[in-house]
């Protein structure tokens, strides 16, 4: 169970739902659209646990590869041929893997199965949603201390998205989070400038926020963001449209995060999608200004 430290000073976003109430599906879609972040009390992955434990990208080597490995995507595994001769690969397979091909294959079975539940358990929320892209991301090196941000995913389209997040390790997963990027800019809109930011794409905004409000990477920890505090416990599954709700790791070994990109027109109320609600909030307070003016 999420341990949660509630910080009294802004809103709640967190929001526990039983997939064995009665309507669960319906309210899980209502309050992720709301902008919520959602955990899952009663669902986990059925996966082999413990052999992802023993599993970890964080070994010793020459710091190139221990560079690579940082990011190194996990499909990449997946495809891994024991046979390569990419020195880099073959590194991958004999540190990580223990060159033992049995190995390598019951992790592909745990991800190929892992990825499987994440879409039924999607289809099974959002059984409306017309999904036209996909991104599966197992995540096994240590990740602590990130920038408090909200997601920029560097594209100016115009959709709705799903991200389905899952604690693989068998320790907490510690979450900060914060405001909702549109009640946020709302209220800080004057004091902080944002206005110059209008011409930009949502997604931009996002980024500007990142970077010249909150400070970026430069700045972790020291933004003066209030938040609240999570521990996602081993096994847990969790819901957060990660370019809304403000979030930071501040530590974290094992996941999976799935993310699926949704027409907005499959929405419940497209209007409450990201992009809507940038340009809201850009067009309300440029009519503030101007009748201010007037």
């Known amino acids: 169970m999420t341990k949660l430290i509630k910080n009294p000073a802004i809103p709640n976003p967190v929001v526990e739902v039983s997939l064995s109430s009665e309507n669960a599906e319906t309210e899980v879609r209502r309050r992720y659209e709301d902008g919520n972040l959602i955990i899952l009390r009663d669902f986990r992955l059925d996966l082999d646990y413990k052999f992802l434990a023993s599993i970890s990208l964080d070994v010793d080597g020459p710091p190139e590869y221990r560079r690579k490995l940082k990011k190194f995507p996990m499909e990449k595994i997946k495809n891994l041929e024991p046979s390569t001769k990419d020195s880099?690969?073959?590194?991958?397979?004999?540190?990580?893997?223990?060159g033992d091909t049995g190995r390598l294959n019951q992790f592909r079975e745990q991800a190929a199965s892992g990825d499987r539940q994440v879409y039924a358990l999607y289809r099974r929320l959002f059984p409306r949603y017309d999904e036209y892209k996909a991104v599966y991301t197992w995540r096994f090196t240590e990740t602590m201390y990130e920038n408090l941000h909200w997601d920029n995913l560097d594209t100016s389209d115009d959709f709705h998205q799903v991200r389905v997040f899952a604690n693989l390790d068998d320790r907490p997963r510690l979450w900060?989070?914060?405001?909702?990027?549109?009640?946020?800019?709302?209220?800080?809109?004057?004091?902080?400038g944002l206005g110059q930011f209008a011409s930009e794409t949502p997604d931009r905004f996002a980024y500007s926020l990142n970077n010249k409000i909150l400070g970026g990477m430069e700045r972790t920890c020291l933004?003066?963001?209030q938040r609240h505090h999570l521990a996602f416990a081993p096994g847990e599954v969790w819901l957060c449209e990660s370019r809304l709700v403000a979030h930071q790791i501040y530590s974290g070994y094992r996941a999976s995060a799935a993310m699926f990109y949704v027409k907005p027109e499959s929405m419940d109320d497209p209007e409450l999608r990201f992009h809507a609600r940038i340009i809201r909030l850009h067009e309300a307070k440029a009519v503030r200004q101007a009748s201010q003016q007037a």
Do not use: H, K, N, T
């Open 223 to 225: 933004d003066p963001m």
């Open 176 to 192: 900060c989070i914060s405001e909702r990027i549109d009640s946020f800019a709302a209220r800080m809109y004057e004091e902080l």
């Open 88 to 98: 880099f690969q073959r590194f991958v397979f004999d540190v990580v893997f223990g």
